[in-house]
């Protein structure tokens, strides 16, 4: 277990993870097998992925950039319209998420890179009962992407 994923477990259990719902609108282009896309934010090399075939790179709000498969994009975001940058879509997903306190630290994200995680981000999962899938958002994107869910679940 990576020091992400301890940390996550350990707030988990003292009920300090919270459900947040996503918000916004995202662009979205087709990632060809291979491409390395690097996500950055406020000039800061967050981490590195590489696509698999039928992956999608989504732009958000800050300009970073990541890629999320077919599947996931389908479940967490909903078509808007066709544009010249790409295709819109409007994010519908949720996280469960926990802000870190502590030192910076690098810990291996769900895609294998390293991912840096500093005091003030937060520590997110998709699901409350999977820590395969514990990964950092950055504290300024979390605050234009995310609001606290209205129900918990």
Known sequence: MNQAQKYFQ???DQGNVKRFDKFGNFIVTKAYAGQKVDTV???VKETTNTAKEG?????????????????????????????????????????????YQGPSFTFRAPWGEEMICDEGDFIASTSKDNLD????IEADAFAKTYKPAKLES
């Open 10 to 12: 350990n707030h988990l």
């Open 41 to 43: 934010i406020n000039g």
């Open 55 to 99: 992956d999608n790179i989504v732009t958000g709000i800050s300009g970073e950039t990541y890629l999320i498969d077919d599947k996931k994009l389908q479940s967490r975001y909903e078509f808007v319209a066709k544009t010249p940058e790409g295709d819109s879509y409007r994010a519908t997903g949720h996280c469960f998420a926990v802000k």
């Open 133 to 136: 899938d514990v990964y950092r």
